[in-house]
């Protein structure tokens, strides 16, 4: 396995905003070598030849690098097209043409007055075929866990010195609690016990956020939405190497593995708010005298009666005091960022990306990047966090939707909010004979045609930003009809950790109380969750039921690329089939509190004169005549 070097950097071909930019003259190599500057992080650390774009942006840093006159280089095939000194000289932005370039180590020697000053920098050859990197689509199962939450695999990691002080306290539902990346390896054989086919988990770079930065409620950054380095995995949860490892064993164990990406903001112990490049690489960069916080309303985006002020605030205010708001209009940013993702996907493999925050960023910038992933890896997936509660905002989202047109948002995924939102009502209420319980998921399905694929939809019935689905309960009926439900309808489904084992929790005051460790995780718990042996009854049958319909779905075309045909709720029951080539499923939700002696008239045209069928839940075949019985909550997953 290749070592993974843990700094940064990025491409970019198009103008060039704020600062000098000088272009490469004749070759200044008769000038004296000399250290004139200390280069202390060079972004990215590494490139890759064979791109699409050639464009290469490579970011110095260090004390006085911007003075620089010039940057040249003797590396067959490379060409200096353009320098870029930013407002602060402790920067250096040099964009490479690496079109011609073959693998090897390269000096790029920065030119001062009377002398020049080398630094190395490293091409590497692509290890996979761009259209060989496949993504993840909805023949898969996400499960969505956070690495500092899962399993601690070494507590070594726990406490690392020099990074701004922390606690590590499990007593503490919004401090760190030691989970890491060697905590989700070591179980990468309870994935394949429980069937899901991809892990998203969130973001793991370094968030080297002290824990005075979040006020009364101590928050140490546990969830890694605040990044301070976006070349380098956060030592406590481990190495790039590690990362790249864990990437290497879940493929070994058909697993895939999504990135959580942040492009709306970063960290404020980021070294660009300390000493900032310049003064547009952030939205209202005079935060300390006039902070502007975004109202969280994405209607602007989409309202033709929107004012400018509601638009700058939601787009451009800062999620939080904590997270200043990077601006995407200028290109130097944009390339870090889109070069960034690229860097990860082919450095350790990655075979997806969330985008959180997703709106919250430039549209045009995001919809550039996704452009140039879209064509650089063709069969990678990109979903986005598309916090919106309407089917037709979400479906505006996606890419070559009719509704933005003739802008394109190029983003091939988004999160279905509204289902999310609607499951959770549906399953705890009476389905009556016209908008309670079970219709509200048949008029959700309704608004599909509003998609451009449907089935590059993520559903799911909870996160880490939401409630449980079980909430402080435990009405494990409910969670069968909901997993039946998302494991069967046309979506990419997105499990949450730990709901396979009765996990529960609201939000309440801290987000912590959703956040929960997983029992097993670590030593001295006092049940192991990971073992069969030690779940109790409940526990034991939620995993088996999920784990069924999780294997049985693996591989099964129906369920993947399958049509989908579903009927108006009669006596409280929701039915939908799904079809593909000559096969078909047909799923049975009853949405009452009693038996039902369902007429089966209205389905004639997909049983197709079936009288028999293999319910998976139940395992066991199901005769019929003119009606079918029912119990009380029923759900069903029939092949025909």
């Not at 693998?103 to 630094?119: I, R, S, T, W």
């Not at 601006?327 to 493999?349: C, D, K, M, T």
């Not at 509003?450 to 969670?479: C, K, Q, W």
């Not at 049983?607 to 909550?633: F, I, K």
Request: proline share 4%.
């Amino acid at each position: 396995m290749k070592k993974i070097l843990s700094i940064a950097t990025v491409a970019l071909a198009g103008a060039m905003m704020a600062g000098c930019c000088c272009k490469q003259s004749a070759p200044e190599m008769n000038l004296p070598d000399s250290t004139v500057v200390s280069i202390d992080k060079v972004d990215p650390p590494c490139w890759f030849t064979g791109m699409k774009n050639p464009s290469l942006q490579v970011m110095l840093y260090g004390e006085g690098v911007g003075n620089a006159t010039n940057v040249v280089t003797d590396y067959a095939g490379v060409q200096v097209d353009s320098v870029v000194s930013l407002d602060s000289k402790n920067y250096l932005l040099v964009y490479l043409n690496v079109a011609k370039a073959q693998p090897g180590e390269m000096n790029l020697y920065l030119v001062f007055d009377n002398c020049k000053q080398a630094v190395s920098y490293e091409l590497r050859a692509r290890e996979v075929a761009p259209e060989a990197r496949i993504g993840f689509d909805a023949s898969d199962v996400l499960y969505m866990l956070m690495p500092d939450r899962f399993a601690n695999g070494d507590p070594s990691n726990d406490n690392i010195e020099g990074m701004s002080a922390y606690v590590v306290d499990r007593n503490q539902p919004n401090a760190r609690h030691g989970g890491d990346i060697k905590g989700i390896t070591d179980h990468l054989d309870y994935f394949n016990e429980l069937g899901v086919t991809a892990l998203w988990f969130t973001p793991v770079l370094e968030n080297n956020m002290g824990d005075d930065m979040w006020g009364e409620y101590r928050h140490s950054c546990y969830h890694g939405y605040a990044t301070t380095d976006y070349y380098k995995v956060d030592p406590r949860f481990g190495t790039n190497d590690d990362y790249r490892e864990l990437i290497e064993k879940a493929h070994e164990k058909e697993l895939k593995v999504v990135m959580d990406m942040i492009f709306n903001h970063c960290g404020s112990e980021h070294v660009w708010l300390k000493d900032m490049p310049s003064k547009d690489w952030f939205n209202y960069p005079d935060y300390e005298n006039n902070f502007v916080q975004t109202s969280y309303k994405l209607t602007p985006h989409v309202d033709m009666y929107a004012s400018q002020y509601d638009f700058d605030q939601m787009n451009d205010g800062w999620f939080v005091i904590s997270m200043p708001d990077l601006n995407q209009r200028n290109p130097h940013v944009a390339r870090y960022l889109v070069q960034n993702s690229f860097w990860w996907i082919e450095a350790v493999g990655i075979d997806g990306i969330r985008m959180d925050t997703h709106p919250y960023a430039h549209y045009d910038a995001m919809s550039q990047w996704m452009k140039e992933l879209n064509d650089e890896y063709p069969n990678f997936t990109v979903v986005g966090e598309t916090w919106c509660e309407n089917p037709a905002f979400t479906a505006w989202w996606q890419k070559d939707s009719k509704l933005s047109a003739p802008r394109n948002s190029n983003l091939k995924s988004v999160m279905d909010f509204h289902l999310w939102q609607v499951v959770n009502s549906a399953f705890a209420e009476h389905t009556d004979g016209y908008m309670m319980g079970l219709n509200k998921l048949y008029n959700h399905f309704v608004y599909d045609y509003l998609y451009p694929d449907a089935s590059m939809v993520m559903a799911f019935v909870e996160n880490h930003d939401t409630d449980r689905f079980l909430r402080e309960g435990a009405d494990i009926t409910a969670l069968k009809q909901a997993m039946t439900l998302l494991l069967t309808t046309r979506r990419i489904p997105q499990l949450y950790y730990g709901t396979e084992v009765m996990m529960n929790g609201t939000k309440a005051r801290f987000d912590g109380h959703v956040r929960k460790d997983f029992l097993g995780g670590w030593e001295g718990d006092a049940r192991n969750l990971f073992n069969a042996a030690e779940r109790n009854a409940i526990e034991s049958e939620a995993f088996g039921f999920i784990s069924n319909i999780l294997h049985w779905r693996k591989g099964n075309d129906v369920i993947a690329k399958g049509d989908m045909k579903h009927f108006i709720p009669q006596q409280g029951v929701y039915v939908y089939a799904r079809s593909y080539e000559g096969k078909c499923v047909l799923v049975v939700l009853n949405g009452n509190d009693k038996a039902v002696e369902l007429n089966l008239r209205p389905y004639a045209e997909v049983l197709n004169g079936a009288t028999s069928g293999y319910d998976v839940v139940s395992a066991q075949t199901l005769t019929w005549g003119e009606t079918m019985a029912l119990p009380a909550r029923a759900h069903m997953i029939i092949e025909l």
